[in-house]
């Protein structure tokens, strides 16, 4: 069985300019111990995807499909008792969610009262634990400090700890490292994967960036538009992407074992949701676009495992023309 | 060609009586040459003082010692009007489009202030925008809109062609594409380079993007707790990092680093950095000498013929550092990323 379903998962917002489709039919499943990730720019439907998941989405958004969290639907209320115990969340922004008045310790802590019903003091000698698992040093000084008295990636760890205190059956992580240097991002996804090993919470890893999904993901959802472009295991993403939007965003990333003469670049910018253009909503940036993509591409299996939506697809074809 | 010498710029802050408490050392010491017509990347992270290193070297802030000469002249000498009209030469991108392009303005009257600023083009500054929009990209009937009409790699392009309407020699771009998409991030990427190129531009480039240095930069400085820790040829610092630091920022890049040797600990304090080499808090082979002695900023001995520096007391016997991962040969995705690539950018 697996951790995460997602089932034609379609999202509308109303906005007072009109209905935006940010997320229309994505379907994708996680198993435990497993990491998923939903890579795309900005106004893909990744960040939509995850909130739909979580049930915290704004009012105004209105949302189709199915979402089953090891195989019971998760409805409203399953979403509400199923936050912070089966279901657990970072963000991109710790400091956002973390109470400043109180402290780290007290954080962590009332997570394991109210999920497991632990007495203050053990509740607190778990927390301090869990932060020494989170590799923070001097764990139980650290616990009496308030959130501002953290770097960025500290409180990222901080946020870890909270989420896998009540041992979750699906973590979200939405850019968890996106705020963080390089150095740090590099240790905060290396505890993830080694948490996720130790737990088998399975993780959906929502991110931007083609580096991280390569090192950190077993499977990838590319979102483009609000759509699903190609989904498959990393490997063969990586060996063999079949899209052509997934194949400009690698070539689009700047290498550092040479310079390249020009960066393969997408020419334009991305539909307006709320009036896309007809058929594949790629099509107007795409070089290998033909008359026929008009028509709203199915997607379809190209290898096992590996969906691409895409009509001019396998490529290989157009190469050989 | 730009030269900073001995640069250092502190920040003083007080307490709620106050009573000085301390200083942020941004800049302590950086001494750098921008050849004419090259590319220097300044990079590290957040706190490293990269960017007041940028504000320093257009003399956007005064330096509390430290030379700055521009094509010989001395810049901290100037008067404020002669300053003033220095700055025509020497332009600013930022990181942030939609906070740098006025919301009141159109894009006609944005690139035509620094025209009648300068002086420039009289009488035919209309025909001036024109030009400078299609030389970033843009249509020229796109003058008339306002910048909230525009994405936000449509923005970079307007502030790009209103540094350039001034005709300057120097621009320093700080993080001039990381607020962008990737696929928007490529397309600003080759107009620099284009534009580096066409324009022979002398050209700093803050950046905490490694790639994005990979692809523009000629020659590279790193910078840790407000020093420079190495500077090479941009080929010499990816093949042949010296430094630890160096070599941590390339191993750590996802995707595309090298074996990961992680970094313990986060970035100390610019109010209070270590004594000694200000890296041997996480540096995985600091001695007893890193606590105490700063290492000096030396030339490399194998260097042949290079200017390859770097400050650390043992980077003749570190070992040799983990390499980056090449991108394994693949014909096909070659051949279909080449679709993406045209001669020149088109007109957006």
New interface residues.
């Given amino acids: 069985m697996n951790a995460l379903d997602v089932d034609r998962l379609s999202i509308q917002f109303h906005t007072d300019r009109g209905v935006l489709q940010a997320v229309d039919r994505v379907s994708f499943s996680v198993a435990a111990g497993r990491t998923l990730a939903i890579v795309g720019?900005?106004g893909c439907g990744k960040s939509a995807t995850a909130l739909a998941i979580l049930g915290l989405l704004a009012d105004n958004a209105e949302v189709l499909g199915g979402i089953r969290l090891a195989g019971a639907p998760l409805t409203p209320e399953a979403q509400r008792s199923a936050r912070g115990r089966e279901l657990a969340m970072i963000f991109q922004e710790p400091m956002t969610s973390l109470n400043p008045a109180f402290t780290v310790g007290e954080q962590v802590a009332e997570a394991l009262r109210l999920h497991e019903g632990l007495s203050p003091r053990d509740a607190m000698a778990r927390a301090i634990a869990m932060l020494e698992r989170v590799r923070i040093?001097d764990a139980a000084r650290r616990a009496k400090q308030y959130a501002h008295q953290l770097?960025g990636?500290?409180r990222q760890r901080v946020m870890i700890a909270i989420a896998l205190a009540c041992k979750p059956k699906l973590l979200i992580a939405d850019e968890p490292t996106t705020a963080l240097?390089?150095?740090?991002?590099?240790?905060i996804?290396?505890l993830l994967d080694e948490l996720k090993r130790e737990t088998g919470t399975a993780v959906v890893l929502i991110t931007?960036?083609?580096?991280?999904?390569?090192?950190?993901a077993d499977d990838v959802v590319v979102m483009y538009a609000g759509r699903v472009a190609e989904k498959a295991s990393a490997a063969k993403l990586f060996a063999?992407?079949q899209h052509?939007y997934t194949?400009?965003?690698?070539?689009?990333?700047?290498?550092?074992?040479?310079?390249?003469?020009?960066?393969?670049?997408?020419?334009?910018?991305?539909p307006d949701l709320r009036n896309p253009p007809p058929g594949c909503r790629f099509a107007p940036r795409c070089?290998?676009a033909i008359a026929a993509c008009e028509i709203t591409p199915p997607l379809v299996e190209l290898a096992p495992g590996h969906f691409a939506a895409c009509i001019r697809a396998p490529?290989?074809v157009v190469?050989a023309a | 060609m730009l030269e900073l010498d001995a640069m250092v710029k502190h920040f003083p802050f007080r307490d709620s009586l106050g009573r000085a408490r301390g200083a942020v050392r941004a800049v302590d010491g950086v001494s750098l040459a921008v050849p004419k017509g090259s590319v220097l990347a300044i990079v590290g992270?957040?706190g490293c003082g990269k960017s007041t290193l940028g504000r320093l070297a257009l003399r956007l802030i005064e330096p509390d010692s430290g030379s700055l000469r521009f094509d010989g002249e001395d810049i901290l000498a100037l008067k404020p009007a002669a300053l003033r009209s220095k700055r025509r030469e020497m332009q600013l991108i930022f990181q942030d489009p939609f906070a740098s392009l006025d919301p009141r303005m159109t894009v006609e009257a944005a690139i035509t202030e620094p025209l009648i600023l300068h002086k420039l083009h009289r009488g035919r500054q209309r025909a001036r925008v024109a030009e400078l929009l299609e030389r970033v990209g843009l249509r020229p009937e796109l003058a008339r809109r306002w910048p909230h009409e525009f994405?936000g790699?449509?923005r970079q392009r307007i502030a790009i062609a209103r540094a350039l309407a001034s005709e300057p020699r120097l621009i320093i771009g700080d993080e001039p594409v990381s607020a962008l998409?990737?696929?928007?991030?490529?397309?600003v990427?080759?107009l620099l380079?284009d534009l580096i190129r066409d324009l022979g531009l002398t050209f700093v480039l803050i950046s905490?993007?490694?790639?994005?240095v990979?692809?523009i930069a000629d020659r590279v400085a790193v910078m840790y707790l407000g020093q420079i820790v190495e500077e090479a040829p941009?080929e010499k610092l990816?093949r042949n990092p010296r430094h630890p630091y160096t070599r941590?920022?390339?191993?750590?890049?996802?995707?595309?680093?090298g074996a990961?040797k992680?970094?313990e600990?986060?970035?100390p304090s610019p109010i209070a950095p270590p004594a000694g080499c200000r890296f041997h808090t996480r540096c995985p082979y600091a001695e007893a000498i890193c606590r105490e002695v700063p290492p000096p900023l030396v030339q490399a001995q194998e260097a042949a013929g290079q200017i390859h520096l770097a400050a650390c007391h043992f980077q003749d016997t570190l070992p040799p550092a983990t390499p980056?991962?090449?991108?394994a040969a693949d014909a096909?995705?070659a051949?279909?990323?080449?679709?993406?690539?045209?001669n020149r950018?088109?007109t957006?």
Avoid: C, W, Y
């Avoid at chain 1, 240097?181 to 240790?187: E, L, R, S």
């Avoid at chain 2, 998409?181 to 397309?187: E, F, K, L, P, R």
């Fill in positions: 720019e900005s040093p770097s990636g500290m240097d390089v150095t740090v991002q590099a240790q996804l290396a931007h960036d083609l580096g991280v999904v390569q090192d950190h063999m992407p052509p194949i400009g965003l690698l070539g689009a990333a700047p290498r550092l074992d040479s310079k390249r003469a020009r960066l393969a670049s997408i020419e334009g910018t991305v070089p290998f490529l290989d190469l | 992270e957040s994405s790699g449509q998409d990737v696929s928007v991030q490529a397309q990427v080759n380079g905490h993007d490694l790639g994005v990979r692809q941009a990816f941590a920022l390339l191993a750590a890049v996802p995707g595309q680093g990961l992680l970094l600990g986060d970035i980056i991962r090449e991108a096909r995705l051949r279909l990323q080449s679709f993406f690539i045209p950018e088109p957006a």
